[in-house]
């Protein structure tokens, strides 16, 4: 098994939210694993939020389950000037939440915010000499030198992401927080701040006016993002011992062994698919799900540092072998951290 390919293809599988699935048909209601107390995936890191954010709005280019980088709101790019000048073009037909297209300024402000907080995107921020609107589908990047992590960078799925937003939105200064009321998304369900309740309930819906891609098949964050539901409800229930009670519910329990099923299976195949004997893939399909849950029962208040000082251990223990550096280095570098 490749140590880097696992890296990727584990992070992609984990960073899938369990879902409880009701009867309804059009209604899927979800217990997060956190209160979402923020809506602004830029101002904060907080994975709850980030994960509301891939509700609400779209990105560039979306992470397969291999952690490549795919078109996802881009039709496509090109490279010159010796890979320092890249010009993105817009797929055709993207539209806000307000009806209103979106346009190469609005993915230009929403660059110029999230680089202001992101590691990755203060990195590119630092290497960019300039970012201008071409046409409104067009706009380019001309980079002081080539950088070899730029859609990287544009895909990646750990907070901070970058979303796309209108610009008068991401005009807002960075370091002030988006409020529930403006938010205006770009992806393939609203954010209904009318019912939202902090600490109890959050609600999306279906937009209509959301364009999937065409082609290719979902993978991570990347390819079409074909809606089944037409409303999700989020129901935050904060207290463990609630949360424990609310498991004694035949119905709610079964979803979420079901849930459990579906997520160790799919970890499960993913081993296989690198070489791993099927006895040997289900037991560390086990326990890496297990200790991802570990780590969110427990409240685990580990820094980023730690958590990325451990991954070389994790990796040995996972794949059987040490990592190499440079492995290291690019998933760092993907998850904003840099090594002192």
Known sequence: MKRRTFLGAAAATMAAPALVQGQAARTLKFIPHANLTVVDPIWTTAYITRNSGFLIWDTLYGLDESYKPQPQMVEGHTLENDDKLWTFTLREGLKFHDGEPVLARDCVASIARWAKRDAMGMRLAQL??????????RFR?????????????????????????PERVAQT?????????QLVG???????????ISGSKVVYERFAGYVPRSSGEPSGTA?????????????????????????????????VREADRMR?????????????EEASADVR?????????GYITMQSNETLAVRMSRIPEYLA??????????????????HGHEPE
């Open 128 to 137: 960019t000499d300039e970012m201008t609107v071409v046409d409104d589908r």
């Open 141 to 165: 990047i001309r980079l002081k030198r080539p950088y070899g992590l730029m859609l990287d960078s544009l895909a990646k799925t750990p907070s901070n992401a970058l979303f796309i937003m």
């Open 173 to 181: 200064d960075a370091f002030t927080q988006i409020r529930p009321e």
């Open 186 to 196: 770009s992806g393939p369900f609203t954010f209904k701040h009318d019912e939202y």
């Open 223 to 255: 390819g079409p993002k074909v809606v089944h539901f037409d409303r999700v409800e989020w129901h935050i229930i904060p207290d463990f011992a609630t949360s424990g009670a609310a498991l004694q519910s035949g119905e709610v329990l079964a979803e």
């Open 264 to 276: 160790i299976e799919a970890l499960k195949r993913m081993f296989m698919r690198f070489g791993v």
């Open 285 to 293: 399909a086990r326990t890496t799900y297990l200790i991802q849950i």
């Open 317 to 334: 223990i996972f794949t059987g072998q040490m990592p190499q550096q440079r492995e290291l280095d690019r998933f760092f570098a993907r």
